[in-house]
């Protein structure tokens, strides 16, 4: 997947400002099980929120999405204090939820 552009990850973040977390990430942080259920909430939803509950530093929170993207084939959205958003587009058409803006548009 493609990194996302700073437009797209705007129109991402107004989509998921309402939501809840579905993944909370507790002090066994993250297991197979674990990534197997953003997987699979990626497939259903493909914009989520996962929040940190025990793991509260930066460091922590930076290393665990990056090995988050890295298994699952996700791109962050943002950090927003301890509650990251994730986007994947799903792979059957006719199941996306979400149409990404292809290009930025422009303020009138």
């Avoid at 993250?30 to 197997?36: E, K, N, V």
């Avoid at 084939?73 to 149409?99: N, S, W």
Wanted: hydrophobic share 35%; glycine share 10%; proline share 4%.
């Amino acid at each position: 997947m493609e990194p996302l552009k700073g437009y797209q990850k705007k129109f991402l973040k107004g989509l998921a400002h309402g939501f809840k977390p579905v993944v909370y990430i507790g002090h066994k942080g993250l297991s197979r099980g674990l990534i197997g259920s953003i997987n699979d909430a990626l497939d259903t939803h493909e914009l989520i929120k996962v929040k940190f509950v025990e793991f509260k530093e930066k460091r922590h929170k930076d290393a665990m999405t990056e090995t988050i993207q890295a298994e699952t084939g996700c791109r962050l959205v943002g950090i927003i204090g301890h509650i990251a958003t994730f986007y994947r587009q799903q792979a059957d058409p006719e199941k996306r939820k979400i149409q990404l803006p292809l290009r930025q548009t422009k303020k009138q």
